[in-house]
């Protein structure tokens, strides 16, 4: 009997032992999970600045969220670190920094115009006075060849010199040298020996005569009409020859000192894309234009096809001799961020994690699809070259130093006159139409948006800016929006023409945070916008209407800043 109740006793010591231990450990593991549960946020791999206390779907995207990344230790201030799921949805590429031998395709990209060869330009102009009978010019555009007809004049001046003539031929014998000065002047007048001989042979005065052309060419202008009265040496047609034209491009100051005349130049064009046409650099202009602060460039291209029109945009390519190659730091143009006077780009701090840190750099000369860096990077340095607008959305997340920030960067802003505000609001509202009708899928009415922003802009007068720094910030403004809004001019479809919006609008954005315009602007972003780069426009109201997606995706994207300096 005393056997079994030690064994009773032993049994119920044993139970609560068990109860005191394991009860103790499994509380602790649920409340250690309900703090997990608790302290677990949830993101959208795709949309970052999305942060929701449970999972489910993005509200934006419709995907699923994922666990978000808890804080890193160890990291700078500056320093952050990307999961590497989104990393690989984003597809995050980078590139480790080498020299100009290896990652620069070593050219300049220029942007330029076809206008008419002005050396072999011509006037044609009426030798005597008179009035018009009869044009035989119809239209501008009309072709006209050496010696053709060009119109019939009766001229009081041309019936009195014919008199004089018949008059003079009759005292010939006794007075050669009255004869002679008077057959001069009707050479002076463009008459011909066989004209004069007619005249003398028929003894008939002639009341209307004959203007021919002394030289081929199309009618770019008609000066005169029928029944008009002409006065000697009065131009009558302006002539263009069109058998050669000048390709003229637009090189930004710091940009001279890489171009020289007989530079070799190859010139393309949205009209004829699978043709490559070469030339030299024939002229350098001397003069700087001061509004612009670019030098035009000039090069000669042959026509006998009629290819080239006049006003047609071009496209010029020169290889760049660069001296000191291993001394250059070359990186692509799509691992830069800009604002403003800002260039930025994100480095990754370590090579085996996604520890990323934003950089200010110091930009030099563009080659080709890249740029130069004067300051700010290193050989060695591995940036960010794709998905880095989502790297800078996870660095604002996160309360890092990135671009869209605005508390952490922003574009340096002016005290302008409101003269100067006033044209600046015009070239905004021309901005919204052109985004208005993007968002409408409208190809057409977006080229016409693209021009009216072109014409706003060129009205802007930048005497306006008394400030230095500031004029200087407005001409390197100017400069972009003009190639930004050219390049959108000159897109096939509309997919191109919201990629050349994006680059627009990034520079548009820091114009009006510079200057300012006459009323409240949101600036909005959408992160899937340009392949899942992302990508920022300007609205007047704070609705959400994509002009990347237009109808496919017309409410993706969020207010990123309310922009007010009224």
């Not at 020299?99 to 942007?111: G, H, K, R």
Request: glycine residues 4%; hydrophobic residues 35%.
């Amino acid at each position: 009997m005393k056997k079994y109740i030690i064994y009773i006793i032993i049994l119920m010591i044993g139970l609560i032992l068990g109860k005191v231990l394991f009860g103790y450990s499994a509380e602790t593991n649920h409340k250690h999970n309900n703090e997990v549960s608790i302290s677990q946020k949830w993101t959208c791999s795709m949309h970052p600045q999305i942060m929701q206390p449970e999972a489910g779907d993005c509200p934006i995207c419709g995907m699923d969220l994922i666990p978000a990344e808890a804080g890193a230790d160890g990291l700078s201030t500056n320093q952050f670190k990307l999961t590497k799921n989104a990393m690989a949805i984003a597809n995050v590429q980078t590139t480790i920094i080498g020299n100009t031998s290896q990652n620069s395709d070593n050219t300049i990209q220029l942007s330029g115009k076809i206008t008419e060869n002005e050396e072999v330009n011509a006037v044609l102009v009426s030798y005597f006075s008179g009035r018009i009978e009869r044009l035989h010019v119809n239209f501008t555009g009309e072709n006209i060849k050496k010696g053709q007809l060009l119109a019939t004049i009766y001229s009081p001046e041309l019936v009195k010199a014919q008199q004089e003539l018949l008059t003079t031929f009759a005292l010939k014998e006794t007075q050669p040298e009255l004869h002679k000065a008077v057959r001069n002047k009707l050479k002076l007048w463009k008459l011909s020996e066989n004209q004069i001989n007619q005249i003398l042979k028929t003894k008939k005065i002639r009341e209307n005569f004959p203007i021919y052309a002394n030289t081929s060419g199309t009618v770019s202008k008609k000066l005169v009409e029928q029944g008009d009265y002409v006065k000697q040496g009065q131009p009558l047609l302006k002539l263009i020859n069109l058998k050669t034209v000048w390709a003229n491009f637009d090189v930004y100051e710091n940009q001279i000192s890489n171009f020289k005349v007989g530079q070799p130049i190859t010139i393309t064009t949205n009209s004829y894309p699978n043709e490559v046409f070469t030339s030299k650099i024939s002229f350098i202009d001397p003069v700087l234009n001061p509004q612009t602060r670019t030098v035009t460039i000039r090069a000669i291209l042959t026509n006998k096809k009629k290819l080239f029109k006049p006003e047609m945009f071009v496209l010029g390519k020169i290889d760049k001799e660069l001296k000191n190659l291993k001394k250059k730091i070359i990186i692509p143009a799509s691992a830069i961020l800009w604002t403003g006077k800002r260039s930025i780009v994100y480095i990754k701090s370590d090579t085996n994690n996604p520890v990323f840190e934003m950089k200010e750099i110091v930009l030099g000369e563009k080659l080709g699809e890249n740029y130069e860096v004067k300051t700010g990077l290193q050989l060695g340095d591995e940036i960010v070259t794709n998905g880095v607008f989502t790297i800078d959305a996870s660095a604002q997340l996160q309360g890092k130093k990135s671009m869209m920030n605005h508390q952490k960067m922003i574009s340096e802003q002016f005290d302008v006159n409101e003269k100067f505000t006033s044209q600046l609001q015009k070239v905004y509202n021309t901005y919204i139409n052109l985004k208005d009708n993007l968002v409408k899928t409208d190809f057409n009415l977006s080229k016409k948006s693209a021009l009216n922003f072109q014409k706003a802009l060129k009205e802007i007068d930048a005497k306006l800016l008394v400030n230095n720094n500031a004029h200087k910030q407005w001409i390197m403004f100017f400069n972009t929006l003009k190639l930004s809004s050219n390049a959108i001019l000159n897109s096939k479809n509309i997919k191109e023409q919201r990629k050349h919006f994006k680059e627009l609008s990034e520079h548009f954005i820091s114009t009006v945070q510079s200057f300012g315009i006459n009323e409240i602007s949101y600036k909005q972003y959408c992160p899937m916008a340009d392949n899942d780069k992302g990508a920022f426009w300007l609205s007047k109201e704070k609705q959400i209407l994509n002009p990347y997606f237009g109808d496919m995706m017309l409410k993706c994207g969020e207010v990123k800043q309310i922009i007010n300096n009224k």
